[in-house]
């Protein structure tokens, strides 16, 4: 646990020493970054979908509100010194403060509550398809309300071509089978869920383009973690906090995983840096083809593996 605040504390560090030297990271570690990311995000599904519906009858299922605000709990942690570091150094004002509080229940409270919720009504494959594909669409339909891109008829054709397939995916059952088995509002919660993701990118970029990764991080998910304690304290019938000193080992596993793995080792800058890449680059607006496939069809073809194992 030293070690992994040790960590935290280092990167941010030198992400602000990469900021002030303005200088690219190499191609290795951009590379590194998505790697890491796509193992992060293609096994979260899998892992928050164990804990909301376990294998074993005899282990106990979380409440999304409370998977997530278990999740976010501990991984605000390690996020602890570097933003009370930066407020101490004043490189954070009050008012950018307020600005991360009100980002953390965009990008956290709500955001993985829809998300949670989603998983436990579809399934992990379903929710990383849209989890995932949907948001470089919607981070591209903000860019132009925003007047960041312009809109063009290829990007217009891409953009119909990627919400058909949202369509199909979400229509894949009879309209009154999906919608009295939970599956339809379950696949709304989570095309909502990208939603709220793309606008938090844009708004973040706009509003906290001179604070550093790690703070801008940090202060989001303690803000976002501490609304999601308080939302499960609302309806604690449902969030039974007991729950969790019944948890097993593998659940454990899949819980620090989801904590530690996903949301303390994998909140580095490149995979950030390589979703906003993607979400120019499917629509024949960037570069780097090469990084933009690979961080928006990898983590839904890892669930889809898991899947199709486990069926077997």
């Known amino acids: 646990m030293t070690a992994l605040i040790v960590y935290t504390t280092a990167m941010n560090y030198i992400s602000q020493q990469q900021k002030q030297a303005r200088k690219p990271p190499h191609e290795l570690l951009i590379s590194a970054g998505i ?10 599904y899998v892992a928050a979908r164990f804990l909301l519906h376990p294998v074993a009858p005899q282990q106990v299922a979380l ?20 933003l009370a570091h930066a407020i101490r150094q004043r490189q954070v004002s009050p008012h950018q403060l307020l600005l991360m509080a009100l980002l953390g229940q965009l ?9 949670y919720f989603g998983i436990q009504q579809t399934d992990a494959s379903i929710a990383a398809i849209l ?12 860019a132009q309300a925003f007047g960041q891109e312009r809109l063009h008829a290829s990007l217009f054709a891409a953009l119909c071509l990627g919400f058909g397939g949202v369509a199909l995916i979400v229509l894949e059952q009879p309209f009154s089978t999906s919608l009295h088995s939970g599956f339809f509002l379950g696949a709304l919660c989570l095309v909502s869920n990208t939603f709220l993701f793309a606008f938090y990118s844009n708004l973040s970029k706009r509003w906290m383009h001179d604070i550093s990764p790690m703070v801008l ?6 803000s976002g973690a501490i609304g999601l304690v308080l939302l499960s304290l609302l309806d ?19 819980l620090l995983f989801l904590a530690v793995g996903c949301s303390v080792l994998g909140c580095h800058r490149q995979p950030d840096e390589a979703t906003r890449e993607a979400s120019r680059v499917l629509f024949y607006a960037g570069t780097n083809t090469k990084h933009a496939l690979i961080v928006t069809l990898a983590p ?11 069926s077997q």
């Not at 604690?236 to 899949?254: F, G, S």
């Not at 839904?300 to 486990?310: D, E, F, K, R, T």
């Open 35 to 44: 790697w890491f990311a796509i193992l992060c995000w293609g096994g979260a």
């Open 63 to 82: 409440s999304p509100t409370l998977l997530a605000a278990l999740r976010f709990g501990i991984a605000s942690f390690f996020f602890v010194l570097p």
């Open 107 to 115: 990008a956290f409270s709500l955001y993985y509550w829809l998300q």
């Open 131 to 142: 989890g995932v594909g949907l948001i470089p669409m919607f981070t591209t339909l903000l």
């Open 217 to 222: 991080t940090g202060g989001t998910m303690i």
């Open 236 to 254: 604690p019938a449902r969030n039974q906090w007991k729950k969790v000193l019944l948890l097993e080992v593998n659940q454990w596993i899949a």
């Open 300 to 310: 839904p073809a890892i669930v889809y593996y898991h899947a199709s194992y486990n």
